[in-house]
């Protein structure tokens, strides 16, 4: 193996750039404006994009529309459409109603800029990097507070709209304290990473779930009414109790306790129903943990 000599330049070939790999889609990154950095992918369905909440891409500023704006794919290409916006949606700063998008495109929805990049760009590996590394927790995997928030803010704008069921849970580990104190911190970080995996064995494909504290996550349960998400948070709360756990030297149980909420004319938004469950997952430790209970 030859040595590397500091001082010397060396010729190399031309590269090709990174791999395109299939998994990589489509999507509008805002880069200017409120809402900096948020991001959303275009895939089967037309994303919409204004201040409600319901919006795929939600840009809480009063120079955006309530729906200012749609995105989709068709044939291979990709489109937008202004829906009738007070401030227009401009394409590289030209006012449109209905154009093609190219990579690199930038669209102005009222004070904020948006770039388009297609799911052939060289730099969407990277934006799909950063997207995962701003809204996901690197421990667990799970959607982070701010990110989980925020989804379940326009999933219930969208279940208010069309009176879907719509229920809430708080997850927390048993003596988690515990577990820190006696094993030290690594084992319990390798703890709540087994849990989560245990977790998403699961969950449904529509479950969304955050890491919302410490030792606390947050389940939104799409389409299910009371009855049924009792029974769908015991088969998790039973699923952790019988997982194997590692590092071996973890000589006890470990249990999680759950307090549930469900979306009614009573606890239409997220802090009712965060408040609801809150108070539920204080009585399911306060009745001996290792259960789910249910708040009104």
């Not at 959607?143 to 219930?156: A, G, P, S």
């Not at 989560?196 to 030792?215: F, M, S």
Request: hydrophobic letters at 40%; a negative charge.
């Amino acid at each position: 193996m030859s040595k590397f000599d500091p001082d010397t330049t060396q010729r190399t070939l031309l590269s090709a750039g990174p791999d395109k790999p299939g998994s990589l889609v489509a999507c509008v990154v805002v880069i200017h404006g409120a809402g900096l950095g948020k991001r959303v992918d275009i895939r089967d369905t037309p994303v919409v994009i204004g201040r409600e909440h319901e919006s795929d891409l939600h840009i809480l500023h009063p120079s955006v529309s309530r729906r200012h704006c749609e995105i989709w794919a068709e044939n291979g290409r990709y489109r937008v459409r202004d829906l009738g916006s007070t401030n227009a949606t401009r394409l590289n700063d030209r006012v449109v109603g209905v154009a093609d998008l190219a990579d690199g495109d930038h669209l102005t929805v009222g004070e904020s800029i948006l770039k388009f990049i297609s799911d052939a760009s060289v730099e969407a590996r990277y934006h799909e990097e950063v997207h995962q590394l701003a809204s996901h927790d690197g421990l667990t995997g799970f959607y982070n507070r701010r990110q989980f928030v925020e989804l379940v803010d326009r999933e219930l704008a969208r279940a208010a709209r069309t009176d879907a069921a719509m229920a809430f849970a708080i997850l927390d580990v048993d003596l988690f304290k515990r577990i820190n104190d006696t094993h030290g911190h690594p084992v319990g970080d390798q703890v709540l990473k087994q849990i989560a995996a245990t977790v998403r064995t699961v969950l449904r494909p529509q479950d969304i779930a955050g890491r919302i504290g410490g030792e606390e996550f947050g389940l939104l349960l799409p389409d299910l009414e009371r009855e049924a998400a009792l029974v769908h948070m015991q088969q998790i709360r039973e699923a952790v109790a019988a997982a194997t756990w590692s590092p071996a030297l973890i000589g006890e149980p470990i249990t999680i306790s759950i307090g549930l909420a469900v979306r009614d004319t009573q606890h239409p938004d997220r802090a009712n129903l965060m408040r609801v469950a809150d108070h539920a997952l204080y009585r399911a430790k306060q009745e001996g943990r290792n259960r789910v209970l249910c708040g009104n």
